[in-house]
């Protein structure tokens, strides 16, 4: 039987949607990034994945590891682990960075102990992803924020000169 890697003081729990996958990384991640690339924002049906990395040897599967499935793309040197049973990606794992692990960071409940300050593949970005316009209540549904369509000027016959 192999030894348990010894955990730090310090770790954060996550888990996929149903809770049949738990896992846990010693705090603080290594870091933590906004990934716009096409094929994340496909993985995880999001405009974009806030992610956080772990060494490995910081990372650990407490459940459910038998609930895992796994697609890898040979051709990007990239594997992504789901939840079998709910769907919830739980791992980006890069041929590139084998001692790293990367786990969506809305799996945690909990801080990580890194802010996510860096955007990566912002050239793939979605044309369609909120980027802080303003916004107003929209009348009659409460809890629900809208963006008014921006004010075109309008040219007059007189201006056209």
Same mark, same amino acid.
């Given at each position: ?5 010894? #955990?730090? %003081?310090?770790?954060? %729990? ?10 846990? =990384? ?12 096409? %094929?994340?924002?496909? #993985?995880?049906?999001?405009? +974009?994945?806030? +992610? ?8 650990? =599967? !407490? $459940? ?20 079998? @049973?709910?769907?919830?990606?739980? !791992? ?10 990367? =786990?969506? @960071?809305? !799996?945690?409940? $909990? @801080? ?5 300050? +860096? ?6 970005? %979605? ?13 009659? +549904?409460?809890?629900?924020?809208? #963006? ?7 040219? !007059? ?5």
């Amino acid at each position: 039987m192999a030894a348990k890697p010894k #955990a730090s %003081a310090v770790q954060a %729990a996550g888990a996929c949607v149903c809770g049949a996958v738990k896992i846990e =990384i010693d705090v603080p991640a290594r870091w933590a990034w906004h990934d716009h690339a096409a %094929a994340s924002r496909h #993985a995880h049906g999001a405009a +974009y994945v806030t +992610y956080v990395a772990s060494y490995r040897s910081r990372f650990r =599967i !407490l $459940e459910g590891e038998d609930s895992l499935t796994r697609f890898e793309d040979a051709a990007a040197g990239t594997a992504r682990s789901f939840c079998a @049973r709910c769907g919830a990606p739980v !791992l980006y794992e890069r041929a590139r960075s084998p001692t790293m692990v990367n =786990i969506p @960071r809305a !799996l945690f409940t $909990e @801080r990580t102990g890194r802010e996510p300050r +860096y955007h990566m593949n912002l050239s793939e970005q %979605a044309d369609w992803t909120y980027l802080g316009e303003p916004l107003a209540p929209l009348k009659g +549904y409460p809890g629900v924020m809208w #963006a008014r369509p921006r004010k075109t000027k309008r040219i !007059l016959p007189d201006d056209m000169f």
